[in-house]
């Protein structure tokens, strides 16, 4: 018998005989975010918690949330990260450019609030949406999550047409914001995101309250599932007053034909106590993240193994 032959009898009978089980032989994959986003944060540290709990997962870069939705989508990832907006929507077949149902979609648990950051420079004098006209804005990379609410968001304020938008990850829109080659950024990510405070150090910048002018336009009666945050103040360097917002729900998402029981083994790894607190080391974010926080606000559909933990710690009946 071949050495290889042999290897291969081996690795099946180690497999077959439960002395480790598939979900450890296996390396599943996970789309996280573009550099300096949030969603690759998280994604590296939930990686790090599974491969610390000998559960195979791999973390990517990715485009950002609708990207990732049509990774998980079509398979060529078990999991990953989006926005629960853009859930909603791809489930409902309502995604721009894109009106077929999204039928392999499914969540695990909320992860974060994704806050809108809209800055421009203090020299500027702009303290209101409306007052943004002329300007190079860089909205995100394009497949993200920011890019497609940023289209929405300023389509819906009016002034889509009165400006140039560009698509630049987080990090090379700080770069050249700094550079004074664009004149404002959009993040929509957890806060304090280390790309706004670099933009912050180097800057005078003033972050608009995006909240106020989007109430005022009747933007959340169309869309719900976004919700009102505040920014603190002295979150960033000289932004010495409070933002006020509003937020998407970060999601971590599933491919539906992925195992009850790697789900529910990677559920438990992420939400007890213990991934909690590790989670919290990862970003400050995750600090105010608990068990009681993982089913909140979701309208889509939970996989059975991240409903049988939510069961068994009783926030789901």
């Not at 690759?40 to 709990?53: E, F, R």
């Not at 203090?122 to 990379?141: D, P």
């Not at 009666?221 to 937020?247: C, E, G, L, M, R």
Request: charged content about 20%; some cysteine.
């Amino acid at each position: 018998m071949s050495k290889l032959k042999f290897l291969g009898f081996l690795f099946a009978f180690l497999i077959f005989s439960g002395i480790f089980n598939e979900s450890e032989a296996l390396v599943y994959q996970m789309a996280g975010g573009p550099s300096g986003g949030t969603f690759i944060i998280y994604s590296k540290g939930i990686a790090k918690l599974a491969k610390n709990n000998r559960l195979g997962l791999k973390s990517n870069s990715s485009g950002g949330s609708i990207d990732n939705i049509q990774k998980v989508e079509t398979g060529r990832v078990g999991f990953g990260i989006a926005y629960s907006g853009h859930v909603y929507e791809a489930i409902n077949g309502k995604l721009k450019d894109d009106s077929k149902k999204f039928e392999n979609i499914m969540v695990i648990g909320y992860l974060y609030g994704a806050p809108a950051q809209l800055g421009v420079k203090a020299e500027s004098k702009i303290n209101s949406v409306k007052q943004i006209n002329k300007f190079k804005i860089s909205i995100g990379n394009k497949g993200s999550g920011a890019a497609a609410t940023g289209e929405l968001f300023f389509k819906e304020m009016g002034i889509w047409d009165k400006n140039e938008f560009v698509y630049y990850g987080y990090k090379q829109s700080i770069r050249n914001f700094i550079k004074d080659k664009i004149d404002a950024f959009w993040l929509f990510t957890g806060f304090p995101n280390p790309s706004v405070k670099k933009a912050a150090n180097k800057k005078d910048i003033v972050l608009i309250n995006t909240y106020l002018d989007a109430e005022a336009a009747g933007y959340f009666k169309k869309y719900p599932y976004f919700s009102k945050v505040i920014i603190p103040a002295n979150t960033y360097k000289n932004v010495s007053q409070d933002t006020i917002t509003f937020q998407d729900s970060a999601l971590f998402i599933v491919n539906k034909t992925i195992p009850a029981e790697v789900v529910y083994s990677l559920t438990k790894i992420i939400y007890c106590d213990e991934g909690l607190h590790e989670l919290a080391k990862v970003h400050k974010a995750a600090k105010k993240l608990s068990i009681n926080d993982a089913t909140n606000g979701i309208i889509t559909p939970f996989h059975p193994g991240a409903v049988k933990y939510f069961k068994e710690k009783g926030i789901m009946k």
